[in-house]
């Protein structure tokens, strides 16, 4: 991450506390994708529906070859994604245990 030379880690904290609760505001997947196309460049937004794509594909059991065949993403992400789906903060499990039940 980018080091901010004016901004302190409680000011950083601060703000991406903020952008959280913003993303929480947005009602319909459309209000949101508005906002993320508002908010990201299209490589930034491409990069994480790729890594969205990759979770899908990783809950349906399928190998990380195929997935790179099916996705284009690198076998680093996919092995990247994996990781923090079985061992990161919980995230994507949460979003995919919502979505898909």
């Given at each position: 991450?980018?080091?901010?030379?004016?901004?302190?880690?409680?000011?950083?904290?601060?703000h991406?506390?903020?952008?959280?609760?913003?993303?929480?505001?947005?009602?319909?997947?459309?209000?949101?994708?508005?906002?993320?196309?508002?908010?990201?460049?299209?490589?930034?937004?491409?990069?994480?529906?790729?890594r969205?794509?990759?979770?899908?594909?990783?809950?349906?059991?399928?190998?990380?070859?195929?997935?790179?065949?099916?996705?284009?993403?690198?076998?680093?992400?996919?092995?990247?994604?994996?990781?923090?789906?079985?061992?990161?903060n919980?995230?994507?499990?949460?979003?995919?245990?919502?979505?898909?039940?």
């Amino acid at each position: 991450m980018k080091q901010h030379l004016n901004v302190t880690a409680r000011q950083e904290a601060r703000h991406e506390r903020s952008l959280f609760a913003a993303v929480l505001t947005l009602r319909t997947s459309e209000e949101a994708r508005a906002f993320f196309r508002d908010l990201c460049t299209p490589a930034e937004l491409e990069a994480m529906a790729d890594r969205w794509a990759v979770v899908e594909c990783l809950q349906r059991g399928l190998p990380y070859r195929e997935i790179h065949r099916l996705t284009g993403v690198s076998l680093t992400t996919i092995g990247r994604v994996a990781r923090y789906l079985s061992e990161g903060n919980g995230g994507y499990a949460t979003a995919v245990q919502r979505m898909y039940g």
